[in-house]
């Protein structure tokens, strides 16, 4: 059974960074594509980034482009998610996702199992 726990999500003000970590742990970390999505009040859940299996390739959503920054260590089985001049509509509850190969897109039926998510609150 894979466990994915997230940590790190708070309230913060407008401009500021975060760094969210989710720690995996039940299947061989280093073998699978790993992905953040969120989810703000009202809305549906959306992709945010992902990273494939080794680190070397990153998928953005357009409007984090220059602002998130997401690896992974697989000696500690942890992906990170840096996000920098935080806004408030980057509010929401934020997902870690594990891939179902080595290369995972935007899609969620491209994960097969999720974190309980961390709150992110971004206030102006």
């Known amino acids: 059974q894979v466990q994915l726990v997230e940590s790190g999500g708070r309230l913060v003000q407008a401009g500021a960074s975060l760094r969210l970590s989710c720690a995996a742990s039940g299947r061989t970390f280093s073998k699978y594509a790993m992905g953040w999505f969120r989810q703000a009040p009202g809305k549906e859940r959306e992709f945010v980034i992902a990273i494939d299996w080794s680190g070397s390739s990153t998928y953005y959503k357009d409007s984090v482009k220059g602002r998130f920054i997401i690896s992974r260590d697989n000696a500690k089985n942890t992906v990170y998610l840096q996000m920098n001049s935080l806004k408030p509509e980057d509010t929401a509850v934020y997902y870690c996702?594990?891939?179902?190969?080595?290369?995972?897109?935007?899609?969620?039926?491209?994960?097969?199992?999720w974190g309980q998510g961390t709150q992110v609150t971004v206030s102006s």
């Open positions: 996702a594990a891939g179902r190969t080595r290369y995972s897109g935007s899609s969620q039926t491209e994960y097969d199992y």
